[in-house]
């Protein structure tokens, strides 16, 4: 009589010991560990993005990302992202009209939500240059008004327009401790949408990462 051995038959004595347990209860199902999520998992989504060159802008307009979307009576995203972000909040109906906001970008603290701009961590601009050129309005749309990504963050007007639609190889924070969750959002952001990055955009988010604790860590 043959024997079995080998792989296959590791596999035959697993399945006769599973249904050795069936016959008195539940076999207990092994599954597969969660993928780690959140700035542990920062490097590992960067080295997912597809590099490529900044596409043309040709045909960008910011119309095309349509927001504020509304989100209640005379409320909108923007709303929505004061409230959040701010401590404090006065309310006029549910429109943000008082509050107290400290933007992370320069340490700047506000009174007035007119001092205030809602940045899109990636901006419209770039984005279409890294792929939403290729998505319809709806889409783009969803992207402009993403709360749920790190997508809108409250700041001063003046560090969003300083920005201006500049990836972190040409623009950074001017309030360095914040670096480190800056590169993380930006990774985060363009990964959900799957949109790319230069070579300078990667080299320069590698780099903020290297000094961060968490960032190659599950």
Known sequence: MRTRSGPRAAVTAALAA???LGAGGCVPVEEPEPTPTGGGNAVQM???LA?????????Y???????WRDTGK???VRDTVLKRDGEDIELSGCNVVAGRWESVYDGR?????SDVDIDHMVPLANAWRSGADEWDDAKRG???NDLDQPQLIAVSASSNRAKGDQDPSQWKPANRSYWCQYAENWVTVKHHW???VTTAEKAALTEMLEGCTWASKP
Do not use: I, Y
């Open 74 to 76: 005379n409320c909108d």
């Open 18 to 20: 599973a249904l050795a």
């Open 194 to 196: 799957r949109l790319t």
């Open 61 to 67: 307009s910011r119309e095309k990302f349509p927001h």
């Open 51 to 59: 590099v490529a060159k900044a596409g043309s802008m040709r045909g």
């Open 142 to 144: 969803d992207f402009a």
């Open 109 to 113: 603290a506000f009174t007035d939500p």
């Open 46 to 48: 960067l080295e997912q």
